[in-house]
Antibody, heavy 120, light 109 residues
Framework: QVPLQGSGPGLVKPSETLSLTCTVS????????WGWVRQAPGKGLEWIGY???????KYSPSLESRLTISVDMSKNQFSLKLRSLTPADTAVYYC??????????????WGPGTLVTVSS | EFVLTQSPGTLSLSLGERATLSCRVS???????LAWYQQKPGQAPRLLIN???NRATGIPDRFSGSGSGTDFTLTINGLEPEDSAVYYC??????????FGQGTMLEIK
């Protein structure tokens, strides 16, 4: 298991940009795709997107125009930036990894989650 | 887009019973592209099954997955109190987007 720990603000104003960071411990950052899933209060899970350390990305079409995911190998960290926030972006944001392989796409490990509230 | 529909929405069973959770996909997928997760209140989801039937590391053999095409099942034998949770299926077959089902809440009486 590769522990993940996310960090970022709990409260962001509408129209601003959300910045979250996740630190990878105890494993090579090159063995996973790294990304994010969110969960609005009382709702189900929504995949946001992922990035590989080579720069390859895959984003949710519904968020792609506002989203950037980046990986910093020197710090064993990856980050999310989501622009032009609205209250509909209020959610718990989970960082997660996708193991690299011939077949891939399941999410394991997961970070503990960061509650982000978008409100003025 | 692949739409995943889980049933039932809520399942209430007694200790020791068997739970059968269903996940129906709007288009046929190769079973290697279907995963199941367990989420307890206040916690991150935990991977149970990938490839429709492969248990993740540390998952008890009470949990099993099966299915093909559009219909997939998560079975939990010998229910224990700690199995009370919401269970989600997820597809990763799409080249455009990964999607989850809406979840099944399992209550242990």
């Amino acid at each position: 298991q590769v522990p993940l720990q996310g960090s970022g603000p709990g409260l962001v104003k509408p129209s601003e940009t959300l910045s979250l960071t996740c630190t990878v411990s105890g494993g090579s950052i090159s063995r996973h795709y790294w990304g994010w899933v969110r969960q609005a209060p009382g709702k189900g899970l929504e995949w946001i997107g992922y990035m590989f350390f080579t720069g390859r990305t895959k984003y949710s079409p519904s968020l792609e125009s506002r989203l950037t995911i980046s990986v910093d190998m020197s710090k064993n960290q990856f980050s999310l930036k989501l622009r032009s926030l609205t209250p509909a972006d209020t959610a718990v944001y989970y960082c997660m990894g996708i193991p690299v392989g011939d077949v891939y796409g399941w999410f394991d490990p997961w970070g503990p989650g960061t509650l982000v509230t978008v409100s003025s | 887009e692949f739409v995943l529909t889980q049933s039932p929405g809520t399942l209430s069973l007694s200790l020791g019973e068997r739970a059968t959770l269903s996940c129906r996909v709007s288009q046929s997928i190769n079973s290697i592209y279907l995963a199941w997760y367990q989420q307890k209140p206040g916690q991150a989801p935990r991977l149970l099954i990938n490839g429709a039937s492969n248990r993740a590391t540390g998952i008890p053999d009470r949990f099993s997955g099966s299915g093909s095409g559009t219909d997939f099942t998560l079975t939990i034998n010998g229910l224990e109190p700690e199995d009370s949770a919401v269970y989600y299926c997820q597809q990763y077959a799409s080249s455009v987007s990964y999607t989850f089902g809406q979840g099944t809440m399992l209550e242990i009486k």
